[in-house]
């Protein structure tokens, strides 16, 4: 069992940065894929971006290609999610998972574990 908390949600805006954060407890996720996943009330979850489990390999939604970047520090068993440049469009509730898969991550499919989301709005 893996559980995720995400932190470093807020108020910010537009043209500003936040760094979100999610850290794993329960089993080490440094042999599991990660990802970020967005949400706006009434839509489905949004891929926003996955790095593989050695960080070697990441993938970004077009929407947030060139201003988020995701990294992971495995010995702090922690996924990392930075946003900069933000626009009013970013605004949504902000999850990370975590998932044993071999592909890309771009799928929600893909993870099987989740965390219980941070909000992000964006102010203009």
């Known amino acids: 069992q893996v559980l995720l908390v995400e932190s470093g949600g807020g108020l910010v805006q537009a043209g500003g940065s936040l760094r979100l954060s999610c850290a794993a407890s329960?089993?080490?996720?440094?042999?599991?894929?990660m990802g970020w996943f967005r949400q706006v009330s009434g839509k489905a979850r949004e891929f926003v971006s996955s790095?593989?489990?050695?960080?070697?390999?990441?993938q970004y939604a077009d929407s947030v290609k060139g201003r988020f970047t995701i990294s992971r520090s495995n010995n702090k068993n922690t996924l990392y999610l930075q946003m900069n440049s933000l626009k009013p469009e970013d605004t949504a509730v902000y999850y990370c998972a975590a998932g044993r898969y071999t592909g890309t991550g771009f799928s929600d499919t893909d993870y099987d574990y989740w965390g219980q989301g941070t909000q992000v709005t964006v102010s203009s």
């Open positions: 329960g089993r080490s996720v440094s042999s599991f894929g």
């Open positions: 790095i593989s489990w050695n960080g070697g390999t990441t």
